[in-house]
T-cell receptor, first 115, second 116 residues
Framework: EPEVTQTPSHQVTQMGQEVILRCVPI?????FYWYRQILGQKVEFLVS????????KSEIFDDQFSVERPDGSNFTLKIRSTKLEDSAMYFC?????????????FGPGTRLTVL | AQKVTQAQTEISVVEKEDVTLDCVYE???????LFWYKQPPSGELVFLIR??????QNEISGRYSWNFQKSTSSFNFTITASQVVDSAVYFC?????????????FGSGTRLQVQP
């Protein structure tokens, strides 16, 4: 069964460094998403991406974040200058699109630790 | 604004007991979608079910059943004859029916512990 994959599973970085989190969505899906989950808290939406552009973003997704689909398979989240509060689990998701049948399937997550 | 409330922070049951996880939502949309996801200790988010606002038919899938009631804005999830493998955090989520707004709004989750 197709699934969303994410790399790395765990990333440790120093405050102020740039990190890139990578995702391979399900191959025929058209919509891509990033969410984050601070330890022990709820899952929060960051951004959605469709047709090579951002279709929706939350207040969390400020100028230090960016997303890109550099080729036909990968979808990346870049954090330019990491802060301690960026430490969280970052989930990538993808969905086929459509209306009533649209379901987001999540990857296993990347745990980001900022020191 | 959309909101999902899962008032039960943690539930502990003994194996084979039935357990119901509550979810109450708020939205101004006339069309919307509701979801349940499971997060086992390994951390991934596993899709369990989707319900459309225009379909109030309740559903049973094996040991799982869902009760959607628009009148009370609730979408509760019941596990019958719980098993240790059901131990996880369960999240209820809401999505607008507007095709331009696909963000999922999650509740804070209910941690279910099933004791052997």
């Amino acid at each position: 069964e197709p699934e969303v994959t994410q790399t790395p599973s765990h990333q440790v970085t120093q405050m102020g460094q740039e990190v890139i989190l990578r995702c391979v969505p399900i191959s025929n899906h058209l919509y891509f998403y990033w969410y984050r989950q601070i330890l022990g808290q709820k899952v929060e939406f960051l951004v959605s991406f469709y047709n090579n552009e951002i279709s929706e973003k939350s207040e969390i997704f400020d100028d230090q974040f960016s997303v890109e689909r550099p080729d036909g398979s990968n979808f990346t989240l870049k954090i330019r200058s990491t802060k301690l509060e960026d430490s969280a689990m970052y989930f990538c998701a993808s969905s086929l699109g459509g209306g009533s049948t649209d379901t987001q399937y999540f990857g296993p997550g990347t745990r980001l630790t900022v020191l | 604004a959309q909101k999902v409330t899962q008032a039960q922070t943690e539930i502990s049951v003994v194996e084979k007991e039935d357990v119901t996880l509550d979810c109450v939502y708020e939205t101004r949309d006339t069309t919307y979608y509701l979801f349940w996801y499971k997060q086992p200790p390994s951390g991934e988010l596993v899709f369990l079910i989707r319900r459309n606002s225009f379909d109030e038919q309740n559903e049973i899938s094996g040991r799982y059943s869902w009760n959607f009631q628009k009148s009370t804005s609730s979408f509760n999830f019941t596990i019958t004859a719980s098993q240790v493998v059901d131990s996880a955090v369960y999240f209820c989520a809401l999505r607008s029916g507007d095709t331009g707004r696909r963000a999922l709004t999650f509740g804070s989750g209910t941690r279910l512990q099933v004791q052997p």
